[in-house]
């Protein structure tokens, strides 16, 4: 019954405190809906790959390797690896797999009419072995994990078997990979959300094993990893102590200095978060979950610092209520449940909103950033549990205090202009203003060095010409020896080298910049120490398209197989000549072939600018060359379109044609960067409107408590101007005491931010400046909107009562 009183009370409040109970809901709803979606962010990057019920078991082999130039780290591994791993390490090891995976596959099949149809898969191809369900959890709807044991024989999920073959059971159907014929022989149960193993197709590892292992111990690929399955009383610090000699024994012992590549373990749990090494999937990294989870509180006690400013502010109203409850015998406790359960009930009703919202901010979110979450309400219990949990702690964080301070006061006092009680109240609030201030301001110098940031990487110099260059893509491999008459890559290069606006073309594994690299390592005649390195296979007319800069020697030959290199001026310097001219000629030992070095071009990036520049080797080797370059020149590329498309088509009829120009590969390079920032502005905007809120309830607040002031201050002759002043000066003060605060810590903040970056800006005044600038602004503008129309009222209206 008391607490049915509560909440009637409670409802009367909020109807008769329209305007208050409206921006207290509004900046709760914002703060919660903020940290809501956050929640879901982070915990949709967790637990990935939770489900197994041997997980606390499986590990992952990688590699890491220490050079000259520092260690680099590789989740890849040479296939033979996993065999060895297993009979060597047998006390420990239960068993052992091998997993490659591919990713923009081109997929052919049968349709149910009898026609062929192709497609691109962008992910879920790999290739996989019989142990790996001893491994991994994943339920068979057909069949059993033998059935890929014999080559060209595919496991198919359950989607991916209804929307190639419209059945759920297509055993015997054949599916085209790879220019090779695999026969479905299982049908899997369709993988969850959060696994970092996200095959819907498994080929037959012994279709490629003799392939793969052909290259022995001499090649890594980061497609191919090894997994296994720790003996359930064995230790992984045992394992791991004798993999220095396992190393050494398929590799040499190593230099003085400690180069040479090492193998490492990596526990399940870790390959959605470690940073170091790849996965199957996108990444978490814990780095990311601490700060989501950081913003999402700083938003939640931001919209509690706006409740308790304007629930303290609106204490004097509340007064004689409070005294004539006391008069009639309400105890202290008694009425802070009372001025609990209002709080309650608000942000009740701002949880409610949150949820709504939350779910119609996800239709955006999740495009943007190729997420898949949701709610779940139905069914995610970990989603009530944060909203119950938010529900309290706002409470309890928003009421508490001001509950403190309304029921405080005497039967029948109210607040007069020099209460202590009043005085507290005052102190309170400026010093929560101050903290909403020094919120609003960090998050706005965090936006403009994130800006800045990517501004400035987006404007740097690369190195080389990234504009009006499109890529088609090579599906075929070639290998020298097996092209009896003419290669048929160089044959599409001549026939694309003829048309208009076509001025240059090149062969190439891969462009100046891109999102996958080869690498190695070589050494220089007498010296044992490796270099490493990244590699380039291009042919002669690569250097010209891209417009690389000689700066010593000569280009290289159009051959198909290596005849010499030419290197950058960051694998110069690591080789220790400072005079470039000096190591034209020098012969480099790479891959058991000594061959000269024709010349030196000057460093262009190869990846993000996040990553400093690297060593790299151009050389001459049809079998890796997998897209050709077209410069253009005119604006005659959409006429020309059909043409290379018809051309390509006829060069490879088994395959899809596609284009991509190098600029918006360059630009998808930097996505990371472009949604940090982007998610980072959207964040502080919404911690900025939160505490927009606070003061334009505030500023009301002063506006009514002063309105006969004003009024008596515009009949002795105040200007409106003055009278704005008025309101803003005290606010002025409390924003730089919260830029004081929070320059120096956005400073260090950011300063860490940065270091993520090998080409990054300096922090001057300057942005520290221009986020005190914006606060001004932003608030002078809050601020001055409601205290003008306060200051042009007509005095006559405020004092007639007088």
Not at 437 to 450: C, D
Not at 721 to 750: D, H, N, Q, R
């Amino acid at each position: 019954m008391i607490i049915n009183n509560y909440f009637k009370t409670a409802l009367r409040i909020l109807r008769r405190e329209k305007s208050n109970s409206i921006i207290n809901i509004a900046g709760l709803t914002l703060g919660i809906t903020g940290g809501l979606i956050l929640f879901l962010l982070v915990a949709n990057g967790s637990n990935f790959d939770d489900y197994h019920k041997n997980k606390d078991r499986i590990y992952r082999v990688v590699t890491s390797e220490k050079t000259s130039n520092g260690e680099s780290f590789t989740q890849g591994i040479p296939p033979i690896l996993v065999s060895a791993f297993q009979d060597d390490l047998e006390a420990e090891v239960e068993t052992a797999t091998f997993t490659s995976y591919r990713r923009n596959s081109m997929i052919g099949f049968a349709k149910p009419d009898g026609s062929f149809s192709k497609v691109v898969e962008p992910t879920g191809v790999a290739y996989a072995e019989p142990s790996f369900f001893d491994i991994f959890d994943r339920e068979f709807l057909i069949g059993d994990p033998s059935s890929i044991e014999s080559p060209n024989t595919a496991l198919i999920s359950k989607t991916w078997a209804e929307k190639y073959f419209q059945k759920e059971d297509p055993v015997g159907e054949v599916i085209k990979y790879d220019d090779k014929d695999f026969k479905i022989s299982g049908v899997l149960e369709d993988y969850p959300v959060k696994t970092d193993l996200p095959f819907d197709l498994m080929l037959s590892y012994a279709t490629i094993k003799k392939e793969k292992e052909g290259s022995e111990w001499g090649g890594i690929s980061d497609t191919d990893n090894c997994y296994f399955l720790l003996k359930e009383n064995a230790s992984i610090k045992n394992l791991e102590a004798q993999l220095p000699g396992f190393t050494e024994k398929y590799y040499g012992e190593k230099d003085k200095s400690g180069f040479g590549k090492n193998f490492l373990i990596q526990p399940l749990n870790t390959l959605h978060s470690d940073m170091r090494f790849g996965n199957y999937n996108s990444k978490m990294p814990f780095i990311a979950k601490v700060t989501f989870i950081g913003i999402g509180l700083v938003l939640l006690v931001s919209c509690c610092i706006n409740f308790v400013n304007l629930t303290t502010a609106a204490a004097v109203k509340r007064s004689k209520e409070i005294g004539i409850r006391k008069i009639l015998g309400s105890s202290r406790s008694q009425l802070i449940f009372q001025l609990l359960s209002e709080t309650l009930l608000v942000t009740f009703i701002a949880t409610g909103f949150s949820v709504i919202l939350g779910e119609f901010l996800l239709k955006f979110i999740n495009p943007y950033l190729g997420l898949n979450i949701s709610l779940q309400l139905t069914s995610g219990l970990s989603v009530w549990i944060y909203l119950i949990g938010v529900m309290i702690i706002v409470t309890l964080l928003s009421g508490l205090y001001p509950a403190w301070i309304i029921s405080s006061g005497k039967g029948g006092k109210v607040y007069s202009s020099n209460s202590s009680e009043k005085k507290r109240g005052f102190s309170m609030r400026s010093s929560l203003v101050v903290v909403q201030f020094f919120i609003s301001q960090f998050f706005i110098i965090a936006t403009l060095v994130m800006y800045s940031q990517f501004q400035y990487i987006q404007k740097i110099d690369l190195g080389f010409q990234k504009d009006a260059i499109v890529t088609l893509p090579i599906p075929v491999n070639e290998q020298v020896d097996t092209i009896q008459n003419q290669s048929v890559m160089r044959t599409l290069k001549g026939e694309l080298q003829r048309l208009s606006g076509i001025s240059m073309v090149s062969l190439n594994n891969a462009p100046p910049s891109s999102s996958g690299v080869l690498g190695t390592s070589f050494t220089l005649p007498g010296s044992d120490e490796p270099i490493s390195t990244q590699i380039k296979e291009v042919d002669g007319d690569y250097i010209d398209l891209f417009e690389l800069e000689l700066l010593a020697g000569t280009g290289l030959s159009d051959m198909d197989t290596m005849s010499g290199f030419v290197v950058n001026e960051t694998l110069a310097k690591a080789a220790g000549y400072e005079d470039y001219k000096d190591l034209v000629g020098e012969q480099i030992d790479l891959w058991g072939n000594m061959m000269p070095v024709k010349g030196v071009v000057k460093d262009f990036n190869t990846t993000s600018l996040s990553k400093p520049m690297e060593p790299v080797i151009l050389l001459n080797n049809l079998s890796g060359f997998h897209n050709i370059s077209l410069k253009l020149e005119g604006d005659s590329f959409e006429q020309n379109l059909a043409l290379i498309q018809d051309k390509w088509e006829a060069a490879y009829p088994e395959h899809i044609f596609s284009y991509s120009f190098l600029d918006d590969q360059v630009k998808n390079l930097y996505n990371g960067e472009r949604k940090t920032s982007t998610t980072l502005a959207l964040f502080s905007s919404l911690a900025i409107f939160i505490g927009c809120l606070g003061l334009y309830g505030l500023v009301t607040f002063m506006a009514n408590n002063k309105t006969k002031e004003i009024g008596i201050r515009k009949v002795l002759g105040a200007t409106s101007e003055s009278i704005v002043l008025l309101f803003t000066k005290e606010f002025f003060k409390l924003i730089f005491f919260g830029f004081v605060l929070a320059a120096p810590i956005a400073g260090f903040v950011m300063n860490m931010v940065l270091k993520e970056f090998a080409y990054q800006i300096s922090l001057g005044p300057i942005l520290f400046l221009s986020g005190l600038g914006i606060t001004f602004i932003i608030a002078f503008i809050t601020v001055g909107f409601r205290s003008f129309g306060a200051a042009m009222a007509n005095p006559v209206d405020s004092l007639r009562s007088e």
